[in-house]
């Protein structure tokens, strides 16, 4: 299985910071990377995928980068509503994998 | 409008089985690609099988033998049956739309429309 890492696991931030956060994958995957946001009690959310296309819909402070094996999600103001979990997942390989989550928290 | 929901959770002893279902609108499951995902109390994500427009399945090592992914084109929803059940299955299972695009590294896969998530507890 492809393991997924992400860093941190968790932040602490404020209205208006730029957040970056980052997912190593355990060999290449090439740009089969997607990136979930999470809110308590809600389905996970797609925000980018294919590693750097934006979602339909999801606001433009959201971007996402990376190739092989280091990615990386950033928001470049982070709003009121961002707080939240978000998830990055491999589709590369079978088992499809999940980073273990990173926290966005005031 | 595309939508997906789950139902068939419940409270169930260990060893037992359930069947979980996903009727999706707006978009047909015979031409599509569905995954289940689960999320334990407190923890991430895992993914649990997949059923291709094809018809090939795949699942999560710790649930193979155990559980199967299937469709009813008819009813244009997809289940999960999941026998043998154990404590460590206790979640709340999710069914997601995988949409794929054409990218430079090949065909990408996504997950781009969740349902609401079901839940399964599984205890004495």
């Known amino acids: 299985d492809i393991q997924m890492t992400q860093s941190p696991s968790s932040l602490s931030a404020s209205v208006g910071d730029r957040v970056t956060i980052t997912c190593r994958a355990g060999q290449t995957i090439s740009n089969f990377l997607n990136w979930y946001q999470q809110k308590p009690g809600k389905a996970p959310k797609l925000l980018i995928y294919?590693?750097?296309t934006l979602q339909g819909g999801v606001p433009s402070r959201f971007s996402g980068s990376g190739s092989g094996t280091d990615f990386t999600l950033a928001i470049s103001s982070l709003q009121p509503e961002d707080f939240a979990t978000y998830f990055c997942q491999q589709t590369y390989g079978m088992p499809q994998t999940f980073g273990q989550g990173t926290k966005v928290e005031i | 409008e595309v939508q997906l929901v789950e139902s068939g959770g419940d409270l169930v002893q260990p060893g037992g089985s359930l069947r979980l279902s996903c009727a999706v609108s707006?978009?047909?499951?015979?031409?599509?690609?569905i995954n289940w995902v689960r999320q334990a109390p407190g923890q991430g994500l895992e993914w649990v099988s997949i059923i291709y427009s094809g018809g090939s399945t795949y699942y999560t090592d710790p649930v193979k033998g155990r559980f199967t992914i299937s469709r009813d084109n008819s009813k244009n929803t997809v289940y999960l049956q999941m026998n043998s059940l154990r404590g460590e299955d206790t979640a709340v299972y999710y069914c997601a739309r995988v949409s794929r695009a054409v990218t430079m590294g090949g065909i990408s896969m996504y997950s781009d429309y969740w349902g609401q998530g079901t839940r399964v507890t599984v205890s004495s």
């Open positions: 707006g978009f047909t499951v015979s031409d599509n690609f």
């Open positions: 294919a590693a750097s």
